[in-house]
């Protein structure tokens, strides 16, 4: 069994440039969530996707899309980056089904910074 | 009002003692609820959940969980150097699948 996977590991960027992160679910998972985490906060959930679908969204701007994909992996993508952007994107999966919350269990993580 | 509240610390436990972390939250609607330990330039490792009031045991982890003061603890035995992290509690609602994190606790285990 593979666990969640993230790419790239680092990455530098300038102010309002675009970025594209990668995430694949572990295996056996349907749902991919991403996280937003500041230097010395704990993570702020952006959305989820499901079936391909946005599965709900936290409170951030639309220049934050993503996408997934019939193989369960997924996409961050963020337009028009600002300074403070700049944090560690988490994905993290779980199995959807059966009404029960399923634990999510977290890649290691993209470090992005917006110069 | 932030929707989980954690002390952000440090928390410093001499090593072999219990170290006790906290967590309030706003939504009574919350359901479900974790522990997650972060080692520094790490991503989160989950340790615990629970979804019923009570004690709930695994090795030397304890959660705690008060529905009705919306309140849930972890109780950390026999510390040891490397349980040195911050803890992060998360909580999500009925059917909802995000998790909402407090700001998390740095804990330092002294040997």
């Known amino acids: 069994e593979t666990g969640v996977t993230q790419s790239p590991t680092h990455l530098i960027k300038t102010r309002g440039q675009q970025v594209t992160l990668r995430c694949s679910s572990q295996?056996?998972?349907?749902?991919v969530s991403w996280y937003q985490q500041a230097l010395g906060q704990g993570p702020q959930f952006i959305f989820q996707?499901?079936?391909?679908?946005?599965?709900g969204r936290g409170n951030f701007p639309p220049r934050f899309s993503g996408l997934q994909f019939p193989n369960y992996s997924s996409e961050l993508n963020v337009n028009a980056l600002e300074l403070d952007d700049s944090a560690l994107y988490l994905c993290?999966?779980?199995?959807?089904?059966?009404?029960?919350?399923?634990?999510?269990?977290f890649g290691p993580g993209t470090r992005l910074t917006v110069l | 009002q932030k929707e989980v509240e954690q002390n952000s610390g440090p928390l410093s436990v001499p090593e072999g003692a219990i170290a006790s972390l906290n967590c309030t939250y706003s939504?009574?609607?919350?359901?479900?609820f974790f522990w997650y330990r972060q080692y520094s330039g790490k991503s989160p490792e989950l340790i615990m959940f629970?979804?019923?009031?009570g004690d709930k045991e695994d090795g030397r982890f304890t959660a705690q969980l008060n529905k009705a003061s919306q309140y849930v603890s972890l109780l950390i035995r026999d510390s040891q150097p490397s349980d040195s992290a911050t803890y992060l509690c998360?909580?999500?609602?009925?059917?909802?699948?995000?998790?909402?994190f407090g700001q998390g606790t740095r804990l330092t285990i002294n040997p």
């Open positions: 996707y499901y079936r391909e679908e946005e599965n």
């Open positions: 993290a999966s779980s199995w959807t089904g059966g009404g029960a919350y399923n634990e999510q269990f």
């Open positions: 939504d009574r609607g919350s359901q479900s």
């Open positions: 629970i979804y019923s009031n």
């Open positions: 295996s056996g998972h349907n749902t």
């Open positions: 998360a909580v999500t609602g009925q059917g909802a699948q995000k998790l909402v």
